[in-house]
T-cell receptor, first 117, second 114 residues
């Protein structure tokens, strides 16, 4: 089954304790992204990657790191989590888009509810 | 920068009735796509319908259809014959065709009354 798998589904941690949320896709997609969802704000992009070893900042990158060493994996790292990073996080992937391709949007993982106390 | 606005934080509809969710967006691009995503309590993001900006014909998927007004930059979602399973958060989203980012509106929570 074509899917984006992210883990864990729920995570409670303390301020300052480094954590990693994993994301993997099995569709051979070039593009991968991380979003955070907060009430009234919709989803906002944290970081994205257009291919292996190519990553860039989205709208809200502060406090986050990513890496793309393999095409299928795109982990999100919080080096020193703070309470304002309490949120619902989504990983998503998409095929490359462009003038001669069909844009099907992103396929999303099932989300990670992170609470930082 | 592109922006997407959903002006209705909450809507309700009677089962079997029709409801329309509003979305407006702002962009200077001409080649883009628009999407509606559904997020049920399971929080999975489910693609409901998409619209290519270069197509004048409004997209339709079963009970879901859109009213795409390119000049007005409006992209509303109509749900016909509403069902209890339609209760969810609905997000409107924009993507420039050569870009990577989906820009989302703030969402509309739809409640369906039996």
């Amino acid at each position: 089954e074509a899917q984006v798998t992210q883990n864990p589904r729920y995570l409670i941690t303390v301020t300052g304790k480094k954590l990693t949320v994993t994301c993997s896709q099995n569709m051979n997609h070039e593009y991968m992204s991380w979003y955070r969802q907060d009430p009234g704000l919709g989803l906002r992009q944290i970081y994205y990657s257009m291919n292996v070893e190519v990553t860039d900042k989205g709208d809200v990158p502060e406090g986050y790191k990513v890496s793309r060493k393999e095409k299928r994996n795109f982990p999100l790292i919080l080096e020193s989590p703070s309470p304002n990073q309490t949120s619902l996080y989504f990983c998503a992937s998409s095929p490359r888009t462009g003038k001669f391709t069909t844009n099907y949007g992103y396929t999303f993982g099932s989300g990670t509810r992170l609470t930082v106390v | 920068a592109q922006t997407v606005t959903q002006s209705q934080p909450e809507m309700s509809v009677q089962e079997a009735e029709t409801v329309t969710l509003s979305c407006t967006y702002d962009t200077s691009e001409s080649d883009y796509y628009l999407f509606w995503y559904k997020q049920p309590p399971s929080r999975q993001m489910i693609l409901v319908i998409r619209q290519e900006a270069y197509k004048q014909q409004n997209a339709t998927e079963n009970r879901f259809s859109v009213n795409f007004q390119k000049a007005a930059k409006s992209f509303s979602l109509k749900i016909s014959d509403s069902q209890l399973g339609d209760a969810a958060m609905y997000f409107c989203a924009y993507r420039y065709n050569a870009g990577n980012m989906l820009t989302f509106g703030g969402g509309t929570r739809l409640m369906v009354k039996p």
